[in-house]
Every structure is written in structure tokens, then in C-alpha cells.
């Protein structure tokens, strides 16, 4: 045994005796650079927003660069220094992307949103402009790092296998590859702790089905959020157009509670209704100075004062318009302008009221290819897409003014060209970029004077002043109508598509400010305000429960005028929201009537959230509607 280990000393010093700083260094400088980019990666998405997220020490980056290190290592000089240089920037480059992102909707993006990138586009400027000088340096030094890097690899550096034997330096890296990849598979396991419900760890079922992606980027890393979203994507892909899981949406339907007639049951039988998406607008762009006529029509109608604009999916105007349309929430990590286009949507709005007699038209400013609106448009029931623009008569106008809808003849004709109509209004005016240079908030101004911000920097005022040119649009629309003799026979819900994310302090909660106005306006209504917290899933069935349409019982929402629908709201990362209580990361975080929440009500409320989830994603994943 001795002279065994002797024998393999010997060898083993004879293997390595030619190994030399030239050789090896190269490893040094690829695990330097990809802590650097680690680290910048936690700065600009979390610690830049104020985030709780944990502690640089505390994060599990070191196995994916020690991977990634090795594996790039194990090629030649020329071949390791180009994936070097490669690998840099994509890092790079995804991690300023991640940061605009952040910036913009408090969330990170997943890989299906690059579907969406010509439509974010636009707003790039607004994102980048609240971005400090001093992050675009650190994004640049390290690029200058990367670059520089590469270049002593290919200069100095000795191609690893001259200096080092080649069967002695792979078994030595593919060692290391094999405990990398191992801890990178074992730590988020093992880190996926805690007891959310009866479902077991919500960090477990966080990391499996990816449904909050700031939780998973919090307690892992900016890799680790990568690879489970690019596994979960193609999880999703594969379900896509698969009928497993039907066997649940059936029993979920079979059981559910059938709808009975209520007061409220047939009230606008036969009424014309428009649809008022109001892109952004949220309860701090509507003030009594900044929109007088939304005000006003919000305390003459029924008022859902807990209404809730969840935001699920990637394009979150886009899947609040699904939600309306379908009763239906974009599941994340999909592309639903482009993986659903082909389902059937036979108990969608448009649809049921076709079929009552209406016509049914969409309106909004932009082309029928933003977020592939034209075709989804028509996969929703409506007969047309009509882009301001196409259709206005005067071609000089600037189509981003919401009321140009209203004050154009050619344009306005097509919102009351039938007998009985459904127009879908999606605004635009409120939106983003929020900055004194951009044209709508001059023009709101120069209509508004008194709405001119003081500060250049308060977003809140300047939102405000842009939310006047949606305002704007409401005016005129209501009083053509009574003009026009239709507004007793037309009714207008208004509803936010979601909140207006870049003008909040990051610390605000994502849910509480989900709270966003929805209300319904027709001539002589009784004004109402309805306490009952609900949610966009709710708006299908209350609308064909008002307008007399026959409940198929095809919803995961209810009428939230049934007394037996208690109501709540409930969220992608399944926190949740009822008339007592807001519950979120395993805990109930707040409590609004006082009470103590009861542990079986928690469990019940998990268990619903959840199964909704699922119900939800099996019915758009197997187009279930098209064969139910």
C-alpha cells in the first residue's frame, strides 16, 4: 500500500510540475468577472429599490460561476476566451434588461415577455432615464472588464493542455462540474423551506411552478432565476395544447355553486355597453382636479370600491383585456398573443352578446400588431379592430389623445353604428413615460394649466396631469351620447387595467396597490357603493348577470352581486385578499376588521387560491372551451 501511494505521488508530481500562473489564470479571471456581475446584478435590481432581498454573502451565485468557470475552462485558449467574452456580455445584457424592467413594472421579466420586446421598445427611454449615472459606469467597467479580460487570455495566457496534461486537467474540472452542478440543483431545494398551507413549503412550489419570480430571484440569484424560468417555459410549452389535467377543470365546474337570479338580474337587458379600459389609471391619477367627469360618473354609479386589477402574465394591459373579455388570467411564463391564438373562446363577452344581436368593436390607438391586438381581437369575438388612425378622418391628429375617439366624426360614428353595440375602449393618454418633456402631458397642460407639476421629478403630478387627457375623453363621450339621445339606452364600465407601477416607492406593496377603480355608469342608475372585495375574474359573470345573459356556470369568477359569492382577490404569487384579511408569504400580513384569522380558514383560502390557479391554466393550456 505504501509503495502504491508512493507510486501515485510520484506520478502525480510528474503530471503537474509543468503548470504555471499563465496556464490557470484564465480561471481566476472568469470567476472574478462573473462575482462582479453577480454582485452588479443585486445592486441594480435590489439594493437600488430599497428591496429587502438578502445579503450578497447569503446568495448561492458561487456554484453557478465556479460551473460555468470550469465548464468554459475546459476548452482551448481561443475557444475559452470567446465563450468568456460571450458569457459576459449576455450577463451583462440580461441583467440591465432585468434592472429596466424593475424599473418599470416591479417585477422581473420572463423569457416568454420577449415576445413583447418590440412593444416595450417604445417606453425605453422613460425606463432609462430614472437610471443614475453611476449604475451605466458600473455596466460599463465591467464590460471594459470582460473586454479586457479577453484580451490578456489571448495574449499571455498558455492554452491550459500545454501546461497541464489534458487527462489530468479534465478529471480535475469534471470534478468540479460535478459539485457545482450538484449544489446548484441541491441548494434551492434545500433553501425552498418553510410551511405556507396543507400544500407544503411555499418556496418549494414557488421554485417549482415559477409563480413569483421576485421571490425566486430573492432567495437564490440572477442564474438561478434563468434556468427555472427557462425550464418552466418549456414545462409550459409542453402543456401546451394537452388535455392532461381536464379531468380537474371538469370537477372544478361540476361542483361550483350554481348562480341564482338576484336583484340585480336583467337590469340592463338589452342596453348597449362600452367598455373603458383605462390604461394606468389608478386611484392617485384620479383626483377631483385632475378628472372631474371620472369622479363625478364614479359617485353617480356603482361604485366597486375593493376591486382588484391583479396582474398576471407578462403584458399586464394586455392580460387585464383577456381577463375582462374571457373571465380567463394569462398564466406567466407563456406568450398569450402567440400560444392561444388559435383557442376558442365561445363564453367570451363579445361572443355571448354577437349572439344576443350587437355588434362588437375594438377600439384603441395603436396598430393592430401591438401585442398582436388585430387577431386577438377577433379570437375574442369582436368584428373589428379599429385603430384610430385607419379610420379617423383627419389623418394630423395626435392619436395618442384619447378623446380624438370622440372629437373625430369618421371615429366616432363606428362606436354607435348599430342598434345594440359592445365597444372595448383601451386608453392610453394616462400612461408612461412620466417627464415634462413628453407631448401629452404639455398638451394636458396646456389644457390644464393649473395641473403643471411645480417639480419636474413628481411623477405623481405629471401622471396626474396626463390622467386630465383620459378624463377629457369620458367628458365629451357621456355628454355625444345624451346628446345623441343613446345615453339612455347605453351603459359604460370603467375599469383600470392596473396600477401605475414606476411612480411608487418599491416598499409599497404590489397587491394593496392593485386596489384600482372599477365602477358602472348608465342614466338614473341608484348609486351604489359595493364593499365586497373582488377581482377582474368577477367582471364576465357580473356583466351577463346585469345585462340578463343566461350564467353558463363556465367561469372561475362569480357575479359579485350573488349574496352566496363572499368575494376575494387573489394573485400570482397566491397571496390573497378577502374583507378581513391580506395574506401573503405564509402569513397573514394584515388584518382590516381586527379579527384573528382562523388556520382553517388560511388552508381553505390557500387551497382555493391555488386550485384556481390551476384550473385557470388547464382551461387556456388544452383549449378546453373548444370542446366544452
Known amino acids: ?219 437564490n440569484d440572477i442564474i438561478t432565476y ?42 340592463f337587458k338589452d342596453k348597449n ?82 349572439e344576443k344581436g350587437y355588434t362588437a368593436n375594438e377600439f384603441h390607438y395603436n396598430t393592430e400588431n401591438y401585442y398582436n391586438r388585430g387577431e386577438m381581437s377577433g379570437v375574442y369575438g369582436y368584428e373589428n379592430y379599429i385603430r384610430y388612425e385607419d379610420h379617423a378622418a383627419n389623418k394630423d391628429q395626435n392619436f395618442e389623445i384619447d378623446d380624438v375617439l370622440i372629437t373625430d366624426d369618421a371615429l366616432y360614428s363606428r362606436l354607435t353604428e348599430n342598434e345594440k353595440f359592445l365597444d372595448f375602449i383601451v386608453t392610453y393618454s394616462a400612461h408612461m413615460p412620466y417627464s415634462t418633456n413628453d407631448t401629452l402631458y404639455l398638451e394636458a397642460v396646456k389644457r390644464h394649466p393649473q395641473l403643471k407639476a411645480e417639480d419636474p421629478n413628481d411623477k405623481k403630478a405629471i401622471f396626474q396631469a396626463k390622467a386630465s387627457l383620459t378624463d377629457d375623453m369620458v367628458g365629451k363621450l357621456v355628454e355625444r351620447l345624451e346628446n345623441d339621445g343613446l345615453m339612455d339606452d347605453t351603459v359604460i364600465l370603467f375599469i383600470t387595467d392596473h396600477y401605475s407601477a414606476s411612480i411608487y416607492d418599491y416598499t409599497i406593496d404590489d397587491a394593496l396597490l392593485s386596489n384600482t377603480p372599477c365602477f358602472i355608469y348608465a342614466k338614473n342608475i341608484q348609486p351604489e357603493t359595493v364593499d365586497k372585495v373582488c377581482n377582474t375574474g ?29 368575494g376575494f382577490a387573489f394573485f400570482h404569487n397566491l397571496s390573497w385578499i378577502t374583507g378581513d384579511f391580506y395574506y401573503s408569504n405564509g402569513k397573514i400580513e394584515k388584518s382590516f376588521t381586527g379579527k384573528e384569522a382562523d388556520e382553517d380558514l388560511i388552508n381553505e383560502m390557500n387551497e382555493t387560491v391555488k386550485k384556481r390557479i390551476e384550473v385557470n391554466n388547464r382551461i387556456l393550456f388544452s383549449d378546453y372551451y373548444a370542446d366544452n
Open 538 to 566: 368577477d367582471i364576465l359573470p357580473t356583466l351577463l348577470n346585469l345585462f340578463g345573459i343566461e350564467n353558463c356556470g363556465k367561469y372561475l369568477g362569480s357575479d359579485i352581486f350573488d349574496d352566496s359569492y363572499e
Open 273 to 354: 355597453l362600452i367598455v373603458v379600459m383605462m390604461e394606468s389609471l389608478d386611484y392617485n391619477g384620479i383626483t377631483e382636479e385632475s378628472c372631474p367627469n371620472i369622479t363625478r360618473l364614479m359617485r353617480e354609479g356603482i361604485n366597486f370600491k375593493n376591486f382588484y386589477s391583479a396582474r398576471f402574465g407578462d403584458t399586464f394591459t394586455f392580460g387585464t383585456e383577456t381577463a375582462i373579455n374571457t373571465g380567463l388570467f394569462a398564466p406567466s411564463g407563456v406568450s398569450l398573443t402567440h400560444d392561444y391564438a388559435d383557442n376558442s373562446f365561445p363564453y367570451s363577452l363579445a361572443w355571448l352578446l354577437r
Open 1 to 219: 500500500m505504501k509503495e502504491k501511494l508512493k507510486d501515485l505521488n510520484d506520478r502525480l508530481t510528474e503530471a503537474t510540475k509543468d503548470i504555471t500562473f499563465r496556464s490557470w489564470f484564465p480561471l481566476i479571471v472568469y470567476i472574478i468577472t462573473f462575482v462582479l456581475i453577480d454582485f452588479l446584478a443585486l445592486y441594480t435590481v435590489s439594493y437600488n429599490k430599497y428591496l429587502p432581498f438578502e445579503t450578497y454573502p447569503g446568495r448561492i451565485m458561487l456554484p453557478f460561476i465556479v460551473f460555468f468557470a470550469s465548464f468554459i475552462f475546459m476548452f482551448g485558449k481561443k475557444t475559452s476566451a470567446v465563450l468568456y467574452a460571450v458569457f459576459s456580455v449576455f450577463l451583462l445584457a440580461y441583467c440591465f434588461a432585468q434592472m429596466c424592467y424593475y424599473n418599470a413594472n416591479r417585477s422581473l421579466f420572463r423569457i416568454s415577455t420577449v415576445f413583447s420586446a418590440k412593444e416595450g421598445a417604445k417606453f425605453a427611454a422613460g425606463i432609462t432615464e430614472d437610471i443614475s449615472a453611476k449604475t451605466f459606469l458600473m455596466f460599463f467597467l465591467l464590460l471594459l472588464t470582460a473586454a479586457v479580460g479577453t484580451f490578456l487570455i489571448l495574449k499571455f495566457s498558455r492554452s491550459p493542455e500545454k501546461g497541464v496534461p489534458r487527462k489530468f486537467k479534465y478529471v480535475i474540472n469534471s470534478l468540479i462540474l460535478a459539485g457545482s452542478l450538484a449544489a446548484i440543483l441541491l441548494i434551492p431545494y434545500f433553501k425552498s423551506s418553510g410551511a405556507m398551507d396543507n400544500y407544503g413549503s411555499y418556496q418549494a412550489y414557488n421554485y417549482k411552478n415559477f409563480v413569483n419570480g421576485i421571490d425566486i430571484y430573492k432567495d
Open 226 to 267: 434563468f434556468s427555472r424560468d427557462v425550464v418552466c417555459t418549456v414545462k409550459n410549452l409542453i402543456n401546451i395544447k394537452s388535455d392532461a389535467g381536464t379531468e380537474l377543470v371538469n370537477d372544478y365546474f361540476e361542483n361550483r355553486q350554481e348562480h341564482k337570479d338576484n336583484e340585480k338580474t336583467g337590469i
